[in-house]
T-cell receptor, first 113, second 113 residues
Framework: AQSVTQLGSHVSVSEGALVLLRCNYS??????LFWYVQYPNQGLQLLLK??????LVKGINGFEAEFKKSETSFHLTKPSAHMSDAAEYFC???????????FGTGTRLTIIP | DSGVTQTPKHLITATGQRVTLRCSPR?????VYWYQQSLDQGLQFLIQ???????AKGNILERFSAQQFPDLHSELNLSSLELGDSALYFC????????????FGPGTRLLVL
């Protein structure tokens, strides 16, 4: 079975500050890990994904995430927050032979001007 | 724009009724996934079709059914609707390989009164 846990349902950061959204995974097989973003009244858009190549993954809009097997983590970071980053962020996991995405509960990111 | 289209965007119906949600995948994608997003259950995988055949099943109620047609579009049928079925229903498509990105449509918002 696969699962992800997102710590913090709400995160607030000041504009220009570091964004850190936490995700820990559990998987009995090598995982594929994803971060999706959902803007209000929209669908989900892929930010980045880990598929067992490089452990540091760069995505769109300046986001990146690092796969740490020893910590079973895949935290999402951005060095400098922008007002347009305000959205809900979902971590998800899938695995070889099991393509369905299992999502975390989401983290709502608020940017303080 | 992800290339995945869903119709209708909004649906308001009454308890006990039946509705059909439609999804057209991205050009070339063989796999279609249905997900439900609700406040209490979060984002949950319902069912996956690959090239017309059911490939995986998640937490899909017996009152719900889906199919994928030869032109690869998919329909999700929800019957004997209950208040608790009110949710956002997403369709996603991919090539079907495990590590490949699932591209999400804009969703259908269902309100059961």
């Amino acid at each position: 079975a696969q699962s992800v846990t997102q710590l913090g349902s709400h995160v607030s950061v000041s504009e220009g500050a570091l964004v850190l959204l936490r995700c820990n995974y559990s998987s009995s097989v090598p995982p594929y890990l994803f971060w999706y973003v959902q803007y209000p009244n929209q669908g989900l858009q892929l930010l980045l994904k880990y598929t067992s190549a490089a452990t540091l993954v760069k995505g769109i809009n300046g986001f990146e995430a690092e796969f740490k097997k020893s910590e079973t983590s895949f935290h999402l970071t951005k060095p400098s927050a922008h007002m347009s980053d305000a959205a809900e962020y979902f971590c998800a996991v899938s695995g070889f032979g099991n393509e369905k995405l299992t999502f975390g509960t989401g983290t709502r990111l608020t940017i303080i001007p | 724009d992800s290339g995945v289209t869903q119709t209708p965007k909004h649906l308001i119906t009454a308890t006990g009724q039946r509705v059909t949600l439609r999804c057209s995948p991205r050009s070339g994608d063989l796999s279609v996934y249905w997900y439900q997003q609700s406040l209490d259950q979060g984002l949950q995988f319902l069912i996956q079709y690959y090239n017309g055949e059911e490939r995986a099943k998640g937490n899909i109620l017996e009152r719900f059914s889906a199919q994928q047609f030869p032109d690869l579009h998919s329909e999700l049928n929800l019957s004997s609707l209950e208040l608790g079925d009110s949710a956002l229903y997403f369709c996603a498509s991919s090539s079907g390989r495990p590590q490949e990105t699932q591209y999400f449509g804009p969703g259908t918002r269902l309100l059961v009164l």
